[in-house]
Structures are given as C-alpha cells and as structure tokens.
C-alpha cells in the first residue's frame, strides 16, 4: 500500500505562484509514476501533469509554460511549482500515484484547494 500527504494549497493572487507537495510512503518501490490533476466545481477530474520512473514528464496543454512538476526520489516527494497563476487554475489538486502489483494501482492524495482570486 501507498500513503499520499499533501501541502502546499491556498489563496493567491492572479500571477501568483504556488509549490505543492506529496509525500508518498508505504510501498514505494513499487511506484512507477506520480502525478497531480484537479478537480473544479462541476468539471470532471483532469490531468495536470504526471512524471515517471524515468522522470519523463507529460502536462496538460493549459498549464504547459507554466507548471513544472518534479521529484525527489530519495524523499519519495513529487512536486507540482505553479507559476503565473489563473482564476482558471482554482481547484481541488490531487497527488495521484501508480503502484505496480503486476498490475497498475492508482492511490490519491486526500486533496488540496488552489483558489487563486484577487
């Protein structure tokens, strides 16, 4: 099993910045990919931006410029710096990790808001 901590939401103003953060524990040899999407009022769960094992990175086209997430594999942490912040941007972000068994397990973070909002 993995364990997912995040931190790093709040307030900000448009043009802002923010860093987030999940911590995973647990069975964290097994993980093969982390990642972060969002979920807005009324939208479905959305992609924002994942990283591999091998620290290849994929983005949503709306963030692309300005995320970028990393990794620090000796902590077991994935970091999501968002940069130049929309009133768009305003969600709940999920960390979000794949475990191998074989097979691909997802687990999610309990959710941070983003409100970003003059």
């Known amino acids: 099993q993995v364990q997912l901590v995040e931190s790093g939401g709040g307030l900000v103003q448009p043009g802002g910045s923010l860093r987030l953060s999940c911590a995973a524990s647990g069975s964290v040899f097994s993980i093969r990919a982390m990642g972060w999407y969002r979920q807005a009022p009324s939208n479905e769960r959305e992609l924002v931006a994942t990283?591999?094992?091998?620290?290849?990175?994929n983005y949503a086209d709306s963030v692309k410029g300005r995320f970028t997430i990393s990794r620090d594999n000796a902590k077991n942490t994935v970091y999501l710096q968002m940069n130049s912040l929309k009133p768009e941007d305003t969600a709940v972000y999920y960390c979000n990790v794949k475990e191998s068994r074989g097979y691909i397990v997802d687990h999610w973070g309990q959710g941070t808001q983003v409100t970003v909002s003059s």
């Open positions: 990283i591999t094992s091998g620290d290849s990175t």
